[in-house]
């Protein structure tokens, strides 16, 4: 008699278990990140929103987009990722709801669509832009910026790519960005090095009064310094380039475990052509759509 009853106290609590982790799995609330751009300048009338929703596999019942304010806007909004165009000038916001087993989840965003005059977008979707590689970097100068599959040897340099093309390092892939960026294959490489590239850029009005704007995305998830210098360096040198010289400005983004992030600030600059320079140094950092632009 105390063997059954030892018996049918074991399948209770078996039950008892397996009916908790159950009900845990059937109240699980999808936790909702989404990467986007807060700034896009006419004539550019798109944008890509991505989100990662995290949650038990195969729970998820519903997404939906719906947009909250703003002009014209052209989306599907059932989709995870969404590209939203016929955009005009104005500010827009959008909230994204998903459900998973009848808990929903929230997660709102809002970005401008700006008319102020764009000089350079740079964003590497259907070429490498004119950069090549620098003579700041352990490269060979002059090279042009190449897509990840086209050389096997991949220390020393950035590429352009899809965040499919890199290798993963230390759990990190380049997440939150599906389109072509520049980024270190830093999965392949042993040691130390610095990669640099270069694109002359020419202005033909003065912007000595705060009146230009430099933009752009960046990644620099961690922080890598324990193994030496480790930086992402965006500068601008005067055309003349040589070994010792100066940036007239320079900007270090801090990293940021978020992944991906904005960076936008003023600057002054004479008339004249310059030297746009990206240095990666010892790690796992990208850029993406650099863009200047003529504050109104």
Same mark, same amino acid.
């Given at each position: ?20 982790? =159950?009900?845990? !799995?059937?109240?699980?609330? +999808? ?11 006419? +004539? ?10 995290? @949650?038990? +596999? ?16 052209? #989306? ?11 955009? !005009?000038?104005?500010?827009?916001? #959008?909230?994204?709801?998903?459900? =998973? =087993? ?10 401008? *669509? ?6 350079? /977008? ?7 832009? @004119? %950069?090549?590689?620098?003579?700041? @970097? /352990? ?10 599959? !086209?050389? &096997? ?12 093309? #890199?290798?993963?390092?230390? &759990? ?9 960026? *520049?980024?270190? /294959?830093? @999965? ?15 202005? &033909? ?18 922080? #890598? ?7 992402? !360096? *965006? ?7 040589? =070994? ?6 320079? %900007? ?32 796992? &950092? ?11």
């Amino acid at each position: 008699m105390k063997k059954l009853s030892l018996l049918l106290l074991s399948v209770f609590i078996i039950s008892s278990c397996t009916s908790t982790d =159950n009900e845990d !799995e059937t109240l699980s609330t +999808p936790v909702i990140a989404i990467n986007f751009v807060d700034t896009i300048f006419l +004539p550019k009338n798109s944008i890509e929103i991505n989100a990662t929703i995290t @949650g038990r +596999p195969g729970q998820i019942q519903s997404i939906l987009w719906k947009k909250t304010a703003g002009g014209n806007a052209l #989306f599907e909004n059932d989709k995870k990722d969404i590209t939203v165009t016929n955009l !005009e000038q104005g500010n827009y916001s #959008f909230t994204l709801t998903v459900t =998973n =087993n009848n808990q929903s989840s929230e997660q709102s965003i809002s970005f401008s *669509v700006s008319n102020e005059k764009v000089l350079y /977008n740079l964003d590497f979707e259907d070429s490498n832009e @004119g %950069f090549t590689t620098s003579l700041f @970097g /352990n490269y060979t100068a002059g090279k042009k910026l190449r897509n990840v599959p !086209e050389e &096997t040897n991949h220390c020393g340099t950035v590429y352009m790519g899809k965040k499919e093309d #890199f290798t993963d390092w230390l &759990t990190y892939s380049y997440i939150g960005n599906d389109s072509n960026f *520049v980024a270190t /294959n830093m @999965g392949t490489c042993l040691g130390y090095f610095v990669s640099a590239i270069e694109k002359e850029i020419t202005f &033909t009005e003065d912007f000595t009064s705060n009146n230009l704007s430099i933009q752009f995305q960046y990644y620099k998830p961690g922080d #890598f310094s324990k193994w030496g210098n480790y930086n992402l !360096e *965006v500068a601008i040198y005067e055309n003349d380039l040589n =070994n010792t010289s100066e940036p007239i400005i320079s %900007f270090f983004p801090e990293a940021n475990s978020e992944g991906w992030c904005l960076f936008n600030e003023k600057i002054s600059l004479k008339k004249g052509s310059y030297k746009l320079i990206i240095i990666n140094t010892n790690a796992q &950092t990208a850029i993406d759509n650099i863009i200047l632009y003529k504050n109104n």
